[in-house]
């Protein structure tokens, strides 16, 4: 079945610096790669999403790259703000599901 | 639009107790789904509708039960309870194409068994 990996568990960055978060999977027919942000006591929230017929999307400071070759995906964060702490998670479809990565908690130091 | 509820909040069960965790939604969304989150390990799916009457298996089935006997709610049973279901529980819900369609989470609930 799918494998998705994310990389790092935990992201500590200063304040108005970027911050980059990566993703590997292993299904080649996946088509859909979503990033969900999950504040503390709440349900995840989609933030960024890329179908694989595009290589880069962004909204605002927010962008998604995408690399169907080497089957990885990262998101990127520029100019980081406090409300920016949070736990960031990947997904990928895979045969009608939604595969997880296992999260990346960001911390944004002041 | 309430969008995703999810009762109770908090629950703590004996092992071998039976429950029923409630999800609702009222954005007539056809596609419905209950997740697991434990400490390291992202969100599992257990269980999805994709419209009234209609279910399946996730990745981590085992020890629980679906309906959809309508649209707005998705009911999900624990049929006899055990500690390592131990963990937050988050209803989601999309619109028809749910696994390549944005996925709105309910609030979770949190269960304890003992």
């Known amino acids: 079945g799918e494998n998705v990996e994310q990389h790092p568990s935990t992201l500590s960055v200063q304040e108005g610096d970027s911050a980059v978060i990566k993703c590997t999977y292993s299904d080649s027919a996946s088509n859909y790669f979503p990033w969900y942000k999950q504040e503390l006591g709440k349900g995840p929230q989609l933030i960024i999403d890329i179908r694989s017929n595009v290589g880069e999307k962004k909204d605002q400071r927010i962008a998604v790259t995408l690399n169907k070759t080497a089957k990885h995906f990262s998101l990127h964060i520029t100019e980081t703000q406090p409300e920016d702490s949070a736990v960031y998670f990947c997904?990928?479809?895979?045969?009608?599901?939604?595969?997880w990565g296992a999260g990346t908690k960001l911390i944004i130091k002041p | 639009n309430a969008g995703v509820t999810q009762t109770p909040k908090f629950q703590v069960l004996k092992t071998g107790q039976s429950m029923t965790l409630q999800c609702a939604q009222d954005m007539n969304h056809e596609y419905m789904s209950w997740y697991r989150q434990d400490p390291g390990m992202g969100l599992r799916l257990i269980h999805y509708?994709?419209?009234?009457?209609?279910?399946d298996q996730g990745e981590v089935p085992n020890g629980y039960n679906v309906s959809r006997s309508t649209t707005e709610d998705f009911p999900l049973r624990l049929l006899s309870a055990a500690p390592s279901q131990t963990s937050v529980y988050f209803c989601a819900s999309s619109y028809s194409q749910g696994h390549q369609e944005t996925q709105y989470f309910g609030p979770g609930t949190r269960l304890l068994v003992l």
């Open positions: 509708s994709v419209g009234a009457g209609i279910t």
């Open positions: 997904a990928v479809d895979s045969n009608y599901q939604l595969i």
